[in-house]
């Protein structure tokens, strides 16, 4: 008996600190991927072969590098834009660190970008997702430390992680990147699975009927589902609208049996 209890603990330590690696590798790289580049989210459309400005989602930040509505975009980080896979399925300029700008006058200017420039899309996409990330790491490892063989703890613990992941892959997935959509649309679900599990458990712990599928793994199959999704919306990017449109009714489907159970 002795010796089964100390190979479930292995086990657990052995999940937990897995959990945590890939917790640490995604999301230190997230945050890399939103650092890498400012946020910019500049409407654009296609006018006789030139891509115009039409509306600069930061304005403030655009009246003082001199953007209007009706400038030519050239380049993006000194990339022709008509060569930027993106352009074609979003007509927006998510994220550039360099502007290369053809005014109506006919100067062409060159436009150098960082994170200081626009302290908005810095504190919302950045600092405060990076405190987040760090401050849920601590706690996670703190109630693991305090509780290791409690079932319910460990599926807080989950719920956690997977909330900060979703948190911090926003400013990644913004911007495009392929895992940082991955990471956005499987852990937006996953959280809200482990909360059922854990609410399912706690509920048997205080012996009350469970109402909805005792066979809690049908649930862990929606974020698989989400995952897949995305990844055919990366090949095929003509279809992000939809399956972006599917996996946010698929959240509060989640969210609805949570709430009315």
């Given at each position: 008996m002795h010796e089964k209890s100390n190979l479930a603990k292995l086990k657990n330590f052995k999940y937990y600190w897995l959990a945590i690696s890939v917790y640490l590798l995604l999301g230190l790289y997230l945050l890399y991927v939103t650092y890498s580049a400012p946020?910019?989210?500049?409407?654009?459309?296609?006018?006789?072969?030139q891509w115009?400005?039409?509306d600069p989602y930061y304005k403030e930040w655009a009246n003082k590098q001199d953007i209007e509505a009706g400038d030519i975009v050239l380049e993006v980080d000194h990339t022709q834009i008509n060569d930027l896979?993106?352009?074609m399925y979003d007509s927006v300029i998510l994220s550039a660190k360099v502007l290369t700008i053809l005014k109506a006058d006919g100067r062409t200017i060159e436009i150098q970008i960082n994170h200081l420039d626009i302290p908005q899309q810095l504190y919302y996409l950045l600092i405060v997702p990076a405190c987040y990330y760090f401050l849920t790491l601590i706690i996670s490892i703190y109630l693991y430390c305090k509780q290791k063989k409690d079932v319910l703890l460990n599926l807080l613990n989950m719920f956690i992680l997977t909330v900060s992941l979703a948190y911090v892959s926003i400013g990644a997935s913004s911007k495009l990147n392929n895992i940082g959509i991955i990471v956005n649309s499987g852990s937006l679900l996953l959280c809200l699975v482990f909360l059922i599990h854990f609410l399912r458990n706690y509920f048997s712990f205080l012996e009350i009927k469970w109402a909805l599928f005792k066979k809690i793994q049908v649930f862990y199959t929606i974020p698989l589902i989400a995952v897949i999704l995305s990844i055919f919306s990366i090949i095929y990017p003509f279809a992000r609208p939809i399956i972006s449109n599917t996996i946010l009714w698929l959240f509060f489907v989640l969210l609805i049996l949570i709430i009315v159970h």
């Open positions: 946020f910019l989210s500049i409407e654009i459309d296609d006018e006789n072969g115009l400005i039409i896979p993106s352009i």
